[in-house]
């Protein structure tokens, strides 16, 4: 897959290719990565990307032709059906479902804004598609670029050693993930659930997914409204809220 970044700073954008899952997919060639500069396709002395808003009020605009010049040129250097994407406040959430998709594509251009915005124009006649990572703002679009890199670069054939690890992830099957333990088996007290210590996969699974659905349920109820819950899991977690409550009623310390 190939991936061009429009940005006023390449480094920062850079920098997400030569460490941890990214890099180790730039290493396998498995992702490039490019970067476009609008400063690179000014024709002043001082490589003007800026200007005043019409209409005034605070901060500058991106304008219109340098802009667009480097989304040419990253467009030139992307396989075809790549879309260009601008990482905006204004744009759909991003999740897991979108980096799945993105990740099926064949490459894609990534416009990371600055300033105020970027005007209006070259939303509307050279993006295909606008995201945001939450209700906040950034500075630039450069960490919600990297963090679309990441997300998308995990989910290539090829890049994680187990190709099931991208496949339990949090959100791919609509829920949060399961707890995690490793060696030791007791830490102060604290101990691994049995069940993970039994070797029996089938009761090792069941437990996994009840707690799975048990988190999402207390963490993140919104994304159990949107799923059509089999029998079994129903199951699960009905168990799950039971042992909840019997928790909660339990005198301290008993």
Wanted: with cysteine; hydrophobic share 40%; glycine share 10%.
């Amino acid at each position: 897959m190939q991936m061009q970044v429009v940005t006023l700073f390449p480094e920062m954008v850079n920098v997400v290719a030569e460490y941890g899952v990214v890099g180790r997919a730039v290493g396998r060639n498995i992702l490039s990565i490019g970067c476009q500069d609008p400063r690179s396709y000014t024709d002043d002395a001082h490589r003007t990307v800026d200007d005043r808003p019409y209409g005034g009020g605070p901060g500058m605009v991106m304008k219109y032709e340098p802009v667009a010049a480097a989304i040419d040129a990253a467009m030139a250097s992307a396989p075809d059906g790549s879309p260009v994407v601008c990482l905006t406040p204004q744009g759909a959430r991003f999740d897991q479902a979108g980096a799945t998709r993105l990740a099926s594509l064949p490459g894609l251009v990534l416009l990371a804004g600055r300033y105020e915005g970027i005007d209006e124009r070259l939303i509307e006649s050279k993006v295909d598609e606008e995201l945001s990572l939450g209700d906040f703002v950034l500075s630039g679009g450069e960490i919600a670029a990297m963090a679309v890199i990441d997300a998308v670069a995990r989910l290539l054939p090829g890049v994680l050693g187990d190709d099931q690890s991208a496949k339990q992830d949090s959100f791919m099957d609509g829920l949060l993930d399961y707890p995690h333990y490793t060696r030791p088996e007791d830490i102060d007290g604290q101990q691994v659930p049995e069940v993970l210590l039994s070797g029996d996969h089938a009761k090792i699974a069941a437990w996994r997914m009840k707690q799975a659905l048990g988190r999402t349920y207390e963490r993140r109820p919104d994304l159990l409204e949107k799923l059509d819950l089999t029998a079994g899991q129903r199951a699960l977690l009905d168990e799950y809220l039971q042992e909840l409550e019997e928790q909660a009623e339990r005198p301290a310390g008993g």
